[in-house]
């Protein structure tokens, strides 16, 4: 592997963590929970999409073929993270709704 | 041809991920991925809902390089966003009204503005054709709105012919 | 370098971890919850991709790949419970 590779590869790992990190301090941080909903979508999309570039970029300089697994990863989270905030979305919503309701009894 | 693959693009997408996964080009994994491509979308039939043609294939590779570029930028101005004062926020719901009538073009439109961050879609209004969008930080609404009929949904439009 | 930069990426991922679990304590609504818990399975998917190069082998990826359909199915039960109060219609 030349040093050119493992200097992407670097920092693509840090970069991905890093994001990935201030997803989850975004979480932890941001006052309501539509707010918080923003954080996980930047750990998914960045984070963990930089570091499977990574590693699908180490396992073919490691290999002799190209390594594609991990595009499946990547694939699979593209596409489930706007269903899965989606729902929470319109969970929190429902339950702010029934909330409502109850202090108006 | 038409009845041996009834949706070439979803046959396509299964041989591609199969690939993937095997993480090898023999010929038995390329036999039965061709299988898989083959029977899967005969089986699944009953669930998919007619999606419409797809007119410009072409401008599908433009919208999904635009997409990943936003994807980039976006992080990053949320990322400051996050680190900077929270209390300064404008966070909003907003409404964006849709030209296009298509549920499952609406489903890749509202995929892409959640996975683009700072806005994340919430629900599609099939009824008046709107929608519902929260964003981290929106001091213009009506910027917003114009980028996201702009930058997503005319594209999308010219791409599904709808 | 890399062995660098792996290290941080534990240290980063670690930390993200842990605000997801006080999240997850915290809450203060069901819904936080669910959240938490959904990131918390994206960053252990993070982590099992970085343990993936670390150890120079491609069985981590089949152990990423069930998690991130696990914890996807899990987030849809949850919220559709939140939402109606039952699974299965």
Known sequence: MNILTEFAISALIVLGAAFALLGSVGLARLPDFFTRLHGPTKATTLGVGAMVLASAIYFTAMQTGVSLHEIAVMFFLFITAPVSAHLMAKAALHRRGMADAKQED | ?162 | MLTLAIETGFVFIGLAMALNLWRLVRGPDATDRVLALDTLSINAIALLVLFGIRAGSTAYFEAALILAAMSFVGTVVLCKYLLRGDIIE
């Open chain 2, 1 to 162: 041809m038409h009845r041996l693959l009834p949706r070439p693009a979803l046959s396509a997408v299964i041989f591609l991920l199969w690939a993937a996964l095997s993480n090898a080009a023999t010929l038995g994994t390329v036999l039965l991925g061709a299988l898989l491509a083959l029977a899967l979308p005969f089986v699944t039939r009953p669930f998919w809902s007619d999606a419409p043609r797809l007119a410009r294939p072409g401008r599908l590779f433009i919208l999904a390089l635009r997409v990943a570029i936003d994807i980039v930028l976006a992080n990053l101005s949320v990322a400051r966003r996050v680190i900077g004062p929270v209390s300064r926020l404008q966070p909003a719901f907003i409404e964006v009204p849709l030209d296009l009538r298509d549920p499952f073009v609406a489903t890749i439109l509202s995929s892409i503005v959640s996975l683009t961050p700072g806005t994340v879609s919430i629900d599609v209004d099939q009824e008046r054709w709107v929608l519902l969008i929260h964003a981290l930080d929106a001091p213009d609404s009506d910027a917003l709105i114009e980028e996201i009929k702009q930058r997503y949904e005319a594209p999308l439009k010219e791409i599904f012919a709808c």
